[in-house]
């Protein structure tokens, strides 16, 4: 059974970091690129990162990019997320995805999310 | 930045068809395949792919669901609509990196 489960949410204060952790089971980690997608409260989802499977390549939206930083670790089956200068705007909850690349044109996107964690940027 | 525009909502009838619309600012398609995927996002759920590349069945959806589309325009239609089917709805373009649409939120007649 694939599952992602999601940790290191928490209340932190405007301009300080916070790092999440997302553990894969279930699948071949090393065969799928993973993502990070964010939904603040009662708005709708936003995507905040992605990673290619051996960690090689990062995409990030003009919106994180420079504060946040997408990274695996494939022994661990482990994905990550390091966010820095967080702001307000950035409470949200924050879901684990992973994405299959058939070949260089097929994919199945986001086909697994966990249960997501919520990260709540107070003072 | 691909910007995806859905209405935000739609009532329709159960056992009636609903037809969820989503646009694009750009061309979504390359080499054949048009990079549209949809997903159902039920409260206090994660989100659920139900269509990916415009028309193809996620695994374990009912065939129910159906996509369509092409370019900058898509639909997702949901037939017959079902009590379950309340849900908000979105697309999502991977193009050109990722983005999604508003969301449709579904309601029942």
């Known amino acids: 059974e694939v599952q992602l489960v999601e940790t290191g949410g928490g209340l932190v204060q405007p301009g300080r970091s916070l790092k999440l952790s997302c553990v894969a089971s279930g699948f071949t980690f090393n065969n799928y690129w993973m993502s990070w997608t964010r939904q603040a409260p009662g708005k709708g989802l936003e995507w905040v990162a992605s990673?290619?499977?051996?960690?090689?390549?990062?995409y990030y939206p003009d919106s994180v990019k420079g504060r946040f930083t997408i990274s695996r670790d494939n022994a661990q089956n482990t994905l990550y997320l390091q966010m820095n200068s967080l702001r307000s705007e950035d409470t949200a909850t924050y879901y684990c995805?992973?994405?299959?690349?058939?070949?260089?044109?097929?994919?199945?996107?986001?086909?697994?999310w966990g249960q997501g964690v919520m990260v709540t940027v107070s003072s | 930045d691909i910007v995806l525009t859905q209405s935000p909502a739609l009532a329709v009838s159960l056992g009636q068809r609903a037809t969820i619309s989503c646009k694009t600012n750009?061309?979504?398609?390359?080499?054949?395949?048009?990079?549209m995927h949809w997903y159902q996002q039920k409260p206090g759920q994660q989100p659920k792919l139900l269509i990916y590349l415009a028309s193809n069945l996620a695994s374990g959806i009912p065939a129910r669901f159906s996509g369509r589309g092409s370019g900058t325009d898509f639909t997702l239609t949901i037939d017959p609509v079902e009590a379950d089917d309340t849900a908000t709805y979105y697309c999502q373009q991977s193009r050109n990196l990722w983005t999604f649409g508003g969301g449709t939120k579904l309601e029942l007649k």
């Open positions: 750009q061309n979504v398609d390359y080499y054949g395949n048009s990079y």
């Open positions: 995805t992973r994405e299959e690349r058939i070949t260089m044109m097929v994919l199945i996107p986001f086909d697994y």
């Open positions: 990673i290619t499977n051996s960690g090689g390549s990062t």
